[in-house]
């Protein structure tokens, strides 16, 4: 939950250039949002023409500014590079939100050490707030009147007494498609206290906010996780992929975010029987 703002300390060069990175996917995204035209991508998600310009853009500007970084995005080849530092980049994450014109969408920037996220910033241009973190920094919310507050997890400790979140019912044992161990899904929207579908990375945002309790993804990719992991780790949460490893997290195929280990591990418990 939110406290009294402190005044924070300056964010290092890092961030202030990933919330750079964000605002200038921003000024790309709003004059489409309500004007778009979608396609479907191979994969069978929606793609538009605000997804490929958000993340031009952004790559230019790291190009320019870090030449000798990697670049990872959704929706353009990934840069390799001997780099220790990857930027990892969702210009739109929940996309066919944006295509519905639905103001839940937010942009991702990431900044990878060696592999392992540094710092997240997980801007939501339509609703005007921006939830960002760097390890040892923080987790901090900006609000559309410009108010910056430090951001802390619920303490909610048992599933009976959770707000729980998910994206979507796939991989899980109500849509399983071709997933060989689904996530138990129906057991944890039974047991939790209150459920909602709220989804992508406002759900996250919201954990990370103390808003809700725990937040499930059981489909993600290294763009969907890596801007997120930081956010709810400064909060002091608890991150894992769906089955409890926090190993190469960034990579991991699904992601829960709780406020506490012991919420945590009872969801865990419950979708993976």
Sequence with gaps: ???????????????QFALQLAGVAAAEIMPRFQ???????????????????????MRELIQARYPD??????????????????????????TASFTLGIPTFGTLVALLKNGHPILGVI?????????YAELGYGCWYLNKMGELVQQHVSQVNTL????????????TDID?????????????????????????CLQHALVARGLLDA???????????????PCILEAGGTVSDGSGSTENIVFSKSLLSSA???????ILSVINP
């Design 1 to 15: 939950m939110a406290e009294p703002m402190s005044e924070p300390k300056p964010p290092s060069p890092f961030l």
């Design 35 to 57: 004007h778009v035209d979608a396609r479907m991508k191979a994969d069978g998600t929606p793609v538009t023409e605000a997804d490929l310009e958000a993340e031009r853009v």
């Design 69 to 94: 970084h990697g670049i990872m995005g959704e929706e353009h080849p990934e840069r390799s590079s001997q780099s220790e530092f990857t930027w990892v980049l969702d210009p739109i994450d929940g």
């Design 123 to 131: 801007n939501l241009p339509a609703l005007k707030e921006t939830i």
């Design 160 to 171: 009976k007494n959770a707000y729980l979140s998910t994206t979507g019912l796939y991989n």
């Design 176 to 200: 399983p498609k071709d997933d060989l161990n689904p996530f138990m899904m129906g057991d944890l929207i039974r047991k939790a206290g209150r459920f909602r579908f709220v989804g992508d």
């Design 215 to 229: 937040a499930l993804d059981p489909a993600m990719h290294p763009w969907d996780n890596a801007a997120i992991i």
């Design 260 to 266: 506490t280990p012991e919420l945590h591990a009872e």
